[in-house]
């Protein structure tokens, strides 16, 4: 309960509460599967020691060891057969590609814990990749709390890091936005080896903070990595770091001169981007709002530039009134209000926020 609740996950299945893995269409552009590789069908992973797992541990090779699970995989290699987009998108927790060391006393896998340790399932996945023709596959990864751009080496024949040849499919992994990151990797925290040792790693930053922005286009794929300058202070302000793209047809990375171009009418990058509220803007705005679902009451996190007074009102999806609330804000900063919920019927409710300016968004919220 308290998972679905603190967390941003949808229940696609009513009777089957522990699933979060889902899929969803873009129109003719791309399918995405988001996957859960953390806990539906995962074994434990194999203890590591040293430089991490041999490659040729009995364990960690076991062929009954899952990563997905049986039911999850089968639902993933079906819906990726039969997805008639463009492109087939993968969001997913773990780094797919290889992460290896070798030392004088063998090969290690660096991480258990990412689809390394799974190899078993990683094999099948790829397998099926491969026997069903299935190309335009993109994963993408968060969790090692760093930057990569890889290919991932699991074709036919050996992969060649030169054409690209050997590559099943790419991935783009976001780095974190504050969690530690270079310290992550220990004594591999080096971006250097790690390439000399992983060559199908194309792009690796083992110590900024940031995001990627992803543009999806009908003949390309291209991830643009964006880095802050501190997260030592609030201070606005962020560069580009490299940017790496998949043609259509492919199954390998190439890198681009420069960020991707936004279509005309869109927002540019976020670089480009002045920050979401300002003095100019003094609207409040809503960072968060938990739990959601809820029984007895909603916390609000509002950030404002500006001291001011806001206006909360709560409206059934016919328009009736369920109840308003005026918050004083009394400082410029991120502030944290509690909505009672207790008299409200159960249902959909929609949470609208008025600033001194006037109406700034409106929040689906339910009351369970």
Do not use: C
């Not at 909505?339 to 926020?353: D, K, M, N, T, Y």
């Amino acid at each position: 309960r308290a998972y679905h609740e603190w967390l941003p996950f949808r229940m696609p299945d009513p009777n089957d509460s522990l699933r979060i893995w889902r899929s969803f269409n873009w129109g003719g552009l791309a399918d995405f599967f988001l996957l859960d590789t953390r806990h539906y069908g995962r074994d434990q992973q194999v203890s590591s020691t040293g430089f991490g797992v041999n490659v040729n541990d009995p364990q960690l090779n076991d062929p009954s060891r899952q990563m997905l699970g049986s039911t999850q995989r089968a639902w993933l290699v079906q819906g990726l057969k039969t997805s008639a987009a463009t492109w087939r998108i993968l969001p997913q927790q773990v780094m797919v590609a290889p992460l290896r060391v070798t030392t004088p006393f063998g090969t290690f896998i660096v991480n258990s814990d990412q689809w390394d340790g799974y190899p078993a399932e990683r094999t099948r996945i790829m397998d099926s990749l491969i026997q069903n023709n299935i190309s335009n596959v993109v994963f993408l990864t968060g969790d090692i709390h760093t930057s990569w751009g890889n290919d991932l080496p699991f074709g036919p024949g050996t992969y060649n890091p030169n054409t690209g040849a050997g590559s099943t499919a790419v991935e783009f992994v976001t780095p974190s936005i504050t969690s530690a990151n270079a310290a992550f990797l220990g004594n591999f925290a080096n971006a250097s080896l790690v390439k000399s040792q992983n060559p199908h790693i194309k792009y690796v930053d083992l110590a900024k903070h940031g995001y990627i922005v992803l543009d999806i286009k009908p003949d390309s794929v291209q991830g643009d990595w964006y880095f802050v300058n501190t997260i030592a202070q609030p201070q606005p302000g962020e560069s580009p770091g490299e940017s790496w793209y998949v043609r259509a047809g492919e199954r390998f990375l190439r890198k681009a001169n420069s960020p991707t171009t936004a279509p005309m009418g869109y927002n540019p990058p976020l670089i480009a981007r002045g920050p979401a509220t300002s003095v100019a803007n003094p609207q409040p705005l809503l960072i968060g709002v938990y739990p959601n679902p809820a029984q007895e009451f909603v916390t609000l996190q509002l950030y404002s530039p500006i001291p001011q007074e806001v206006q909360l009102t709560l409206l059934s999806v016919d328009g009736k009134q369920g109840g308003t609330y005026r918050v004083r804000i009394a400082g410029a900063g991120t502030h944290y209000y509690q909505v009672p919920l207790e008299r409200l019927s159960a249902g959909v409710w929609l949470l609208q926020i008025m600033g001194e300016k006037g109406p700034t968004e409106t929040y689906r919220i339910l009351k369970r």
